[in-house]
Every structure is written in C-alpha cells, then in structure tokens.
C-alpha cells in the first residue's frame, strides 16, 4: 500500500519533528500504522544485531581453535615452548 520510499520519509520526519502524532495527523495516517512501521524496523535491527552477533562468536570459536592447534603443534616441535630442556 505504502512504497518503501514515503515510510523511510515519514519516519525520518517523526525523528526531525518528534512527535508522532503530529506527522500522522498531517499526512493523514493511522498512528498504529505507523507504530508497526516503526516496530518493524526496530526489529529488523535487533535480528541484523544478533546475527552478526552469531557471526562473531562464532569467528571467536573457530580462532580459539586455531590457537589451540597451534599452540598444540608448537609444544609438540618446539620442546622450549613448554620450559623443557631442548633435545640435543
């Protein structure tokens, strides 16, 4: 019904103006429109949130990983690695 375009321009209207009432009344629009609009959009924030959220622990996890590994395989090549006296 409403294009993508005029709910980006009346939300961003609301943040300049401040008062919700007052940009619906002049553009003749329901206020619960406009709340879902707004609703809409926050929780589209909060997904995209924990989403890179998730991308990032994730990442962590795997680099925690790696450092074991390597931390693993250089104990293994490298006996001063571990205070050991050096085979020779």
Not at 14 to 32: A, P
Not at 60 to 72: A, P, R, W
Request: proline share 3%.
């Amino acid at each position: 019904m409403f294009t993508p375009e005029f709910k980006e321009q009346i939300i961003k209207e609301i943040k300049e103006v401040g008062n919700i009432s007052l940009v619906c009344k002049k553009h003749g629009l329901k206020s619960s429109t406009v709340h879902g609009w707004l609703n809409n959009i926050n929780n589209t924030e909060k997904i995209s949130e924990a989403k890179a959220n998730r991308e990032a622990q994730k990442k962590i996890k795997d680099l925690e990983l790696q450092v074991e590994v390597l931390t693993s395989l250089l104990k293994k090549t490298y006996p001063l690695w571990n205070n050991e006296k050096p085979l020779s």
